[in-house]
């Protein structure tokens, strides 16, 4: 199964914790995730936060370039599984169209 997760919201919300909790209850079930950070949910992909509490080679981690550029994060402070991308909604768009089974929005 292929699960999207789109997360939207800063770290420390409560629905990112939830997300997470989701997130790590379905890589248990032998799933494939892909996290999509949009907005302040490229937040999530820095160094120290919520995203390296996942050990798993079954999540991939995707953020917008133009999000964290408009938030002055720069690349050094980010985790190292985290992939930054330009045009990352166009690339989510393809995914969920043509391989995701189900799609959670935190």
């Known amino acids: 199964m292929k699960v999207v997760s789109i997360i939207i919201d800063p770290p420390l919300s409560e629905r990112v914790a939830k997300a997470f909790d989701i997130i790590n209850e379905i890589i248990r079930t032998d799933a494939n995730v892909t996290v999509y950070l949009i907005g302040d949910g490229v937040y999530c992909g820095m160094r120290g936060m919520t995203l390296e509490t996942i050990d798993s080679e079954r999540i991939q981690?995707?953020?917008s370039?133009?999000?964290?550029?408009?938030?002055g994060v720069q690349e050094d402070l980010l985790s190292k599984r985290l992939r930054?991308?330009?045009d990352l909604i166009g690339k989510m768009i393809v995914d969920i169209m043509e391989s995701a089974?189900?799609?959670?929005c935190f």
């Open 61 to 63: 981690v995707f953020a």
């Open 65 to 71: 370039k133009e999000d964290l550029e408009a938030r």
């Open 84 to 86: 930054c991308q330009y």
């Open 101 to 104: 089974d189900r799609i959670l």
